[in-house]
Structures are given as structure tokens and as C-alpha cells.
């Protein structure tokens, strides 16, 4: 199983970006999915969670502000990042419980991290 993490980029503040995750592989279902952050110097934290029963979590920091969503028929999960402020820059990554076909129980997987710039 792979997660791609893309969308990433440069935006000032204030600005929007949408960041995409794809799984692929020998996927059988998907049960969590989510996307955290790490900014330099700092460690990872988590930014937005998103249940198989559509139960949603956010940092205080990005409530109101970041949208998770996901896709089960594409195997995908958004994040929608509005009023982006320098302090969201970080490498974002997402991740996803997967089972595969030939798996019995769920395992988290990652993806490599999309790099988000905010200018001031």
C-alpha cells in the first residue's frame, strides 16, 4: 500500500490550498484517515481525522478554517485548507488505517509529506 500526498506549494496569507492523498495497492477497506503536520523545529502534530462513520477531529489551531474529506470509491482523502497564516507552514502528511486483501486486521500507513508555504 502507497499513500501520495500532492498540493502542496507556495500561498500567501490568507490564501487556500488543497491537498490530495491517494492510496493504492491491495486495498481491501479504509477505516481512519487523517493528516498531520510538522513544522521546523517542532514535532508532528495532528491537523484533521476523518472516520469511516464520517466523525471528523481538528486541531484547535485550523478549526473553522481546514476541511478533511475523503473518497472510498477513489481511495482518496482531501484536506482543504482556507485563511492559511504563516504559522500553517509544514510539511503535511496524511495517513490512512488500511486493510489490504490479504490482511487480517488494520495498519497504518503514511504518506511522504507535501511541503505548505506561507508568506506573510
Known amino acids: 500500500v502507497q499513500l501520495q500526498a500532492s498540493g502542496g506549494g507556495l500561498v500567501q496569507a490568507g490564501g487556500s490550498l488543497r491537498l490530495s492523498c491517494a492510496a493504492s495497492g491491495s486495498i481491501l477497506s479504509i477505516k481512519d484517515v487523517g493528516w498531520y503536520r510538522q513544522a521546523p523545529g517542532k514535532q508532528r502534530e495532528l491537523v484533521a481525522t476523518?472516520?469511516?462513520?464520517?466523525?471528523?477531529n481538528y486541531a484547535d489551531s485550523v478549526k473553522g478554517r481546514f476541511t478533511i474529506s475523503r473518497d472510498d470509491a477513489q481511495n482518496t482523502e482531501d484536506l482543504q485548507m482556507n485563511s492559511l497564516t504563516p504559522e500553517d507552514t509544514a510539511i503535511y502528511y496524511c495517513?490512512?488505517?488500511?486493510?489490504?486483501?490479504?490482511?487480517?486486521?488494520?495498519?497504518?500507513?503514511w504518506g511522504r509529506g507535501t511541503q505548505v508555504t506561507v508568506s506573510s
Open positions: 476523518l472516520t469511516a462513520d464520517g466523525f471528523t
Open positions: 495517513n490512512a488505517d488500511v486493510r489490504t486483501r490479504s490482511g487480517t486486521d488494520y495498519d497504518t500507513y
